[in-house]
T-cell receptor, first 115, second 114 residues
Framework: AQSVTQPDIHITVSEGASLELRCNYS??????LFWYVQSPGQGLQLLLK??????LVQGIKGFEAEFKRSQSSFNLRKPSVHWSDAAEYFC?????????????FGTGTRLQVFP | DTEVTQTPKHLVMGMTNKKSLKCEQH?????MYWYKQKAKKPPELMFV???????INESVPSRFSPECPNSSLLNLHLHALQPEDSALYLC?????????????FGSGTRLTVV
């Protein structure tokens, strides 16, 4: 069964600093991979997704992620963090057909941004 | 319209009450989902509807009863809930059940059971 691990529960960065959030997955083939962001009390917003092709994926709000098959990773990056980026970030994996009914979410990484 | 709309945003109910959560999307998505999220935890899948038919029930207690009246609407009927059912309930939709599309989430209903 597929699974997702986000090793960092909480990350604190200064505004303007670079950011990398880690995500590792376990799956027998190349899964569908997603990053979502959740502000307090809100729903989840899709930042970006990967399912094939170029392993460097661009998303909204200046985020990007790189799929590395050899490391089973899909880390999220941003070159310069803004205070408004403070939120909870979830990595998620979806199965390829025929087992395609649901996404599995990691436990999340809380990002705190200091001015 | 690129949103999933959930109502109400907040709900307080007693353990003997019956209430319903509503979810609506007009993106033509054919798969809809209910997730439950406790504080500081990831969302947990409850139900999946594909083409208005229930395709997954993640062993959810019968006090939660989903309903999909049409392709745009998804309801979650609540009855005889317990305080531990207090959580953020999220609705999501996707073009198809196939996992490559990702989900569009609503902003959730914050449920408190007293």
């Amino acid at each position: 069964a597929q699974s997702v691990t986000q090793p960092d529960i909480h990350i604190t960065v200064s505004e303007g600093a670079s950011l990398e959030l880690r995500c590792n997955y376990s799956y027998g083939a190349t899964p569908y991979l997603f990053w979502y962001v959740q502000s307090p009390g809100q729903g989840l917003q899709l930042l970006l997704k990967y399912f094939s092709g170029d392993t460097l994926v661009q998303g909204i709000k200046g985020f990007e992620a790189e799929f590395k098959r050899s490391q089973s990773s899909f880390n999220l990056r941003k070159p310069s963090v803004h205070w408004s980026d403070a939120a909870e970030y979830f990595c998620a994996v979806g199965s390829r057909p025929p087992n395609t009914d649901k996404l599995i979410f990691g436990t999340g990484t809380r990002l705190q941004v200091f001015p | 319209d690129t949103e999933v709309t959930q109502t109400p945003k907040h709900l307080v109910m007693g353990m003997t009450n019956k209430k319903s959560l509503k979810c609506e999307q007009h993106m033509g998505h054919r798969a809809m989902y209910w997730y439950k999220q406790k504080a500081k935890k990831p969302p947990e899948l409850m139900f999946v509807y594909s083409y208005e038919k229930l395709s997954i029930n993640e062993s959810v207690p019968s006090r939660f009863s989903p309903e999909c009246p049409n392709s745009s609407l998804l309801n979650l009927h609540l009855h005889a809930l317990q305080p531990e059912d207090s959580a953020l309930y999220l609705c999501a939709s996707s073009q198809e059940v196939v996992g490559s599309y990702g989900y569009t989430f609503g902003s959730g209903t914050r449920l408190t059971v007293v």
